[in-house]
C-alpha cells in the first residue's frame, strides 16, 4: 500500500532554533518528493522537489533531503521564525500512467518566541 | 495574477441541501484537482481533470461531482450534502498532468453541514 508517514506530528521550538521533520515513504514506483508548508488557514505551498537522483536541495532556510534506498527524507530548518510556524507536508509522486500523489498527515510546527 | 481562487471561503449547509465550490485559475495550466483535507488525515484527492472537457475520479469521489467548465474553471457540487461531508476543500492546477507534484493550491473552503 502506498502510504507516507511524517514524524513528529508535532513539535515546539524556540525562535532562533533549528529543527529536523521526517517523512518516510512506501510509494512505489518513486517519481519525485515534495515538502509544502501550510500557513493556518491557507492552502500549502511547494518548498522543495527532489527526484530520485537527488540528496540534498536547499532553499533558503529549508534544506530536504532524500534517501532513495530508505525512502527517508527529511526537512531541516536553520534558525527558525515565528513565521515558520505552519504545517509541514511531505507528498510523493507515484511514476504511474498518470500522475498520482500521496500526502503525508503532515508535521505541525510551532515557533515559539 | 492571481493564482488559484476557489469561493466561497466559508459555507454552513444543513443536510440534504446542494452547493456548489467555484475555483478558478489564470496560469494556463491544463490540469486542475479537487481535494478534501480532515483533520489527521493527509489531503484526498476527490476530483481531477487532465485538460479541458475531461474528468476522472480519485480517491474519494462519491457524494460529489465535477464540471470542468472551461480551461480556468473547475466547478465541484455537492447535491445532498451529508455531516461526513464536513471538510476544507482545497481546489489545485498544474502545467500538465504527467511527472508528478508541483501543484498549486488555492486557499481553500471551509464547508460544515450540520
Known amino acids: 500500500k502506498n502510504q507516507v508517514e511524517q514524524s513528529p506530528q508535532s513539535l515546539i521550538i524556540l525562535e532562533g532554533k533549528n529543527c529536523t521533520l521526517q517523512c518516510n515513504y512506501t510509494v512505489s514506483p518513486f517519481s519525485n518528493l515534495r515538502w509544502y508548508k501550510q500557513d493556518t488557514g491557507r492552502g500549502p505551498v511547494s518548498l522543495t522537489i527532489m527526484t530520485f537522483s537527488e540528496n540534498t536541495k536547499s532553499n533558503g532556510r529549508y534544506t530536504a533531503t532524500l534517501d532513495a534506498d530508505t525512502k527517508q527524507s527529511s526537512l531541516h530548518i536553520t534558525a527558525s521564525q515565528l513565521s515558520d510556524s505552519a504545517s509541514y507536508i511531505c507528498?510523493?509522486?507515484?511514476?504511474?500512467?498518470?500522475?498520482?500523489?500521496?500526502f503525508g498527515k503532515g508535521t505541525m510546527l510551532l515557533v515559539s518566541p | 495574477n492571481a493564482g488559484v481562487t476557489q469561493t466561497p471561503k466559508f459555507q454552513v449547509l444543513k443536510t440534504g441541501q446542494s452547493m456548489t465550490l467555484q475555483c478558478a485559475q489564470d496560469?494556463?495550466?491544463?490540469?486542475m484537482y479537487w481535494y478534501r483535507q480532515d483533520p489527521g488525515m493527509g489531503l484526498r484527492l476527490i476530483y481531477y481533470s487532465a485538460s479541458e472537457g475531461t474528468t476522472d475520479k480519485g480517491e474519494v469521489p462519491n457524494g460529489y461531482n465535477v464540471s470542468r467548465l472551461n480551461k480556468r474553471e473547475f466547478s465541484l457540487r455537492l447535491e445532498s450534502a451529508a455531516p461526513s461531508q464536513t471538510s476544507v476543500y482545497f481546489c489545485?492546477?498544474?502545467?500538465?498532468?504527467?511527472?508528478?507534484?508541483?501543484?498549486?493550491f488555492g486557499p481553500g473552503t471551509r464547508l460544515t453541514v450540520l
Open positions: 496560469m494556463n495550466h491544463n490540469s
Open positions: 489545485a492546477s498544474k502545467k500538465d498532468l504527467g511527472l508528478g507534484g508541483g501543484q498549486f
Open positions: 507528498v510523493v509522486s507515484r511514476n504511474s500512467g498518470y500522475s498520482t500523489l500521496t
